[in-house]
């Protein structure tokens, strides 16, 4: 069972490892900032999606003139 860990932001930089550690075990590590929830420590969890080339065509319409000034900026 994961733990809840509530640090202020001045321990959090001394036990900054211990901390990092806890949260990759599982454990919520929330750091507090004048006594109220600032952050969530949470693990790197790598989220690599392959590249689709294209999966947007025909999806994306770009104006013939829209690289020309207009009256109205000029």
């Known amino acids: 069972m ?8 001045r321990e959090a930089k001394s036990m900054l490892s ?5 949260a990759w075990r ?6 507090t900032k004048g006594g109220k929830p600032y952050l969530d420590l949470l693990p ?5 999606r392959a590249r689709k ?9 770009i104006s013939a003139d829209f690289d ?7």
């Not at 211990?18 to 806890?22: I, K, S, Y």
């Not at 599982?26 to 750091?31: E, N, Q």
């Not at 790197?44 to 690599?48: A, C, G, K, L, Y």
């Open 2 to 9: 994961s733990e809840r860990v509530q640090v202020n932001m």
């Open 18 to 22: 211990q901390l990092a550690e806890r």
């Open 26 to 31: 599982g454990d919520k590590v929330v750091i």
């Open 44 to 48: 790197h969890v790598d989220s690599s």
């Open 53 to 61: 080339p294209g999966r947007l065509k025909g999806r994306i319409w």
């Open 68 to 74: 020309q000034p207009t009256e109205d900026r000029w």
